[in-house]
C-alpha cells in the first residue's frame, strides 16, 4: 500500500548537493511490520519524513495506494526519535491533542485517549505531566498519541533506542501486541538489528550514505519471538555482519 519508486534525495550542505538517499525501491504491505536498519546518518530519518509527508524526494515517487503523497495525512501517524511530549500538557491532554485538533467534544476525546492510554498502561498516570515520567514512560505516551488518531501507518523513528535494555524488550512485546490488535502497518527505523529482527516481517538494511537498499531479510520466525533461539541468532549475525563490512 506504500510504494516508494526510484527514490533519490539531496540536500545542499555547504553549497554542495550532498546525496542522502540513492535509488530506493520499496513496497509496504498493508498490515506489514517493516524495520528499516542502517548506520548513523544514512537517510533513516529522511526516509521515514517522505513517507510522512514531511519532506519530498529530489526525484522518485512515494505513492500511498494509488496517490502520491503531497503532504502529512491523519492516516500516517509519526513517533519521533526525541521525546516529543508537550511538557506544558498532562498526559491524557497529550493523549487527546490529535482529537482536539480535529474539533472533538471533551467527553469523546478524553474517552478515546483514555482507551489508549489504557493500552500503553499508563491509565493510573493521566493527570500526570510528561516531566514526572520515566523515559519509558514518555514514549509510552507518545505511542498513545499517535494511535489516537487511528492511522492506518505508524512511521516510527527509532522510538525505543533511548532506553535501558529491559524496558525496550518490554516495549518491544507490547508493540507486537498492539499491531496485531489493531492491525496497523508499521515502518519502523533503528539501527539496533536485535530490535530489528525481533520485530519485523521483513527487515531492509541501508548502506551508509548516501543510503540503498543493500538487502532485503524475511523473518520468518513465530511471535512472540525467542532472542536465544539459533535462528535469531543467526539473523542476527548475518545482519549484524553486512552492517561491519559497511565503512
Ligand atoms: N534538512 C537537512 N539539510 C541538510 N542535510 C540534511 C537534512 N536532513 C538530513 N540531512 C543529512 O542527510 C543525511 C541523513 O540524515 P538522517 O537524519 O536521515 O540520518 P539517520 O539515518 O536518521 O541517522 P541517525 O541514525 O543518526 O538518526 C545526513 O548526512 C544529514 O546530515
Ligand atoms: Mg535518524
Request: a neutral charge; aromatic letters at 8%; hydrophobic letters at 40%.
Amino acid at each position: 500500500m506504500i510504494t516508494l519508486e526510484n527514490i533519490t534525495k539531496g540536500y545542499l550542505k555547504y553549497k554542495q548537493e550532498y546525496v542522502a538517499l540513492q535509488d530506493i525501491n520499496l513496497k509496504v504491505d498493508k498490515g506489514e511490520f517493516l524495520c528499516i536498519v542502517g548506520p548513523s546518518g544514512c537517510g533513516k530519518t529522511t526516509l521515514l519524513r517522505m513517507i510522512a509527508g514531511l519532506d519530498f524526494p529530489t526525484s522518485g515517487q512515494i505513492m500511498e495506494n494509488e496517490t502520491e503523497i503531497s503532504g502529512p495525512s491523519r492516516e500516517r501517524g509519526y513517533v519521533f526519535q526525541q521525546y516529543s511530549l508537550f511538557p506544558w500538557r498532562n498526559v491524557l491532554d497529550n493523549v487527546a491533542f490529535g482529537l482536539e485538533v480535529q474539533g472533538l467534544a471533551d467527553e469523546e476525546r478524553y474517552q478515546k485517549a483514555r482507551k489508549y492510554l489504557k493500552m500503553v498502561g499508563l491509565s493510573s498516570f493521566e493527570k500526570s505531566s510528561p516531566q514526572e515520567l520515566s523515559g519509558g514512560m514518555k514514549q509510552r505516551v507518545a505511542i498513545a498519541r499517535c494511535l489516537v488518531n487511528d492511522p492506518q501507518v505508524l512511521l516510527m523513528d527509532e522510538p525505543f533506542s533511548a532506553l535501558d535494555v529491559q524496558t525496550r524488550h518490554k516495549l518491544q512485546k507490547e508493540l507486537v501486541h498492539i499491531w496485531r490488535k489493531e492491525q496497523k502497518t508499521i515502518i519502523f527505523v533503528t539501527h539496533n538489528v536485535d530490535e530489528a529482527v525481533f520485530l519485523a516481517d521483513r527487515v531492509v538494511v541501508l548502506s551508509s550514505a548516501p543510503g540503498t537498499i543493500i538487502k532485503t531479510f524475511n523473518i520468518e520466525l513465530d511471535r512472540i519471538r525467542d532472542r536465544t533461539s539459533h535462528e535469531f541468532l543467526n539473523l542476527k549475525k548475518e545482519i549484524t555482519r553486512l552492517l561491519d563490512v559497511e565503512p
